[in-house]
């Protein structure tokens, strides 16, 4: 039992980094605009916020310099395709290259930094309840705020007229236009927004989930991350529990080596990866669903005088 409650402790911490990055996508692409750049920009931020924690040794400096730093990226991305119409897959990839590229470079100064001791976290009382506590109530702040978080984006897309105008911008921009509201800006408001929370993902990554910085530490979750939009169908509770469900297939491949299970280490390795395509073909065999749920200007070019 204790086994299985370290295991819900873990999937919840691992799902929470992809939760962070999937719903900042979801905001993006309920715009209409695709960044395949949150690899990238996961990785710039998780070296700003190892680096923000590590000189100022506070987490919160760490938080903020990766939001910081996935927003700036996030920006410069929404000039290219938003402003200049530039392929928004093609400056995605070029932005997670860059991402990449970056961070190696800037981060070379830190790969022997160590951060001060991890403070423990609980919740009064809920804490000390057998299993559950473990399983559920030690956790980070920032896992229950994920939570908080998601219901809090739901209201707004669904519930507020902010979110009713962002999702239509993303089902019709030229409609929106006609009305009079300024699409290109709004469009840029959400790209931002979403890359501050990709920042916000990497940051803790670096910060709280491995207290560290190696060289491609992101290691595919911005990827997973793109992917889990499409198969929560752009729904941001879906989006949370996609996020367990692969953080939990990520966290089995420790529990099993853990447990003296006799699989090769590439094998177990492999499995969130797998989990990735085998639920992106089964979503893509049923292409009608996907048109009725997904914005139907998602990754087009809209230009105003036009």
């Not at 990839?93 to 423990?120: D, N």
């Not at 506590?133 to 920032?142: E, I, T």
């Not at 896992?143 to 993303?170: D, N, Q």
């Amino acid at each position: 039992m204790d086994a299985i409650a370290l295991l819900i402790a873990a999937t919840l911490n691992a799902g929470t980094v992809l939760a962070l990055a999937g719903i900042g996508l979801l905001i993006n692409e309920r715009a209409g605009v695709v960044n395949l750049g949150a690899e990238g920009m996961m990785l710039v931020a998780a070296i700003a916020g190892f680096a923000g924690a590590a000189i100022w040794d506070s987490d919160m400096v760490g938080f903020l310099a990766g939001m910081a730093a996935g927003a700036a990226m996030a920006w410069a991305f929404g000039v290219l395709v938003i402003w200049l119409n530039t392929n928004q897959y093609a400056t995605g990839l070029a932005l997670s290259l860059f991402g990449a590229g970056f961070s190696a470079f800037v981060g070379i100064g830190f790969t022997q930094e160590t951060l001060g001791e991890r403070p423990s976290f609980a919740v009064p009382l809920l804490g000390d309840i057998p299993f559950l506590g473990p399983a559920l109530f030690r956790q980070h702040p920032m896992v229950y705020l994920t939570m908080v978080l998601t219901a809090g984006v739901a209201w707004f897309l669904y519930r507020s007229r902010g979110g009713l105008v962002l999702r239509s911008i993303g089902e019709s921009p030229e409609s929106s236009h006609a009305l009079g509201y300024p699409v290109r800006r709004i469009r840029l408001a959400a790209v931002m927004a979403g890359g501050a929370l990709c920042g916000l993902a990497g940051a803790y990554l670096s910060v709280i989930y491995a207290p560290l910085w190696v060289e491609g530490m992101v290691a595919g979750k911005g990827w997973i991350a793109l992917a889990l939009t499409t198969f929560a169908t752009w729904r941001p509770a879906r989006v949370l529990l996609g996020a367990y469900l692969f953080g939990g297939v990520t966290m089995l491949q420790f529990h099993l080596q853990g447990e003296g299970v006799q699989i090769a280490s590439q094998l177990l390795s492999m499995l969130p990866y797998l989990a990735t395509i085998v639920v992106l073909v089964l979503i893509s065999s049923n292409a009608a669903w996907i048109r009725s749920n997904m914005p139907a200007s998602l990754g087009k070019p809209f230009d105003p005088g036009h």
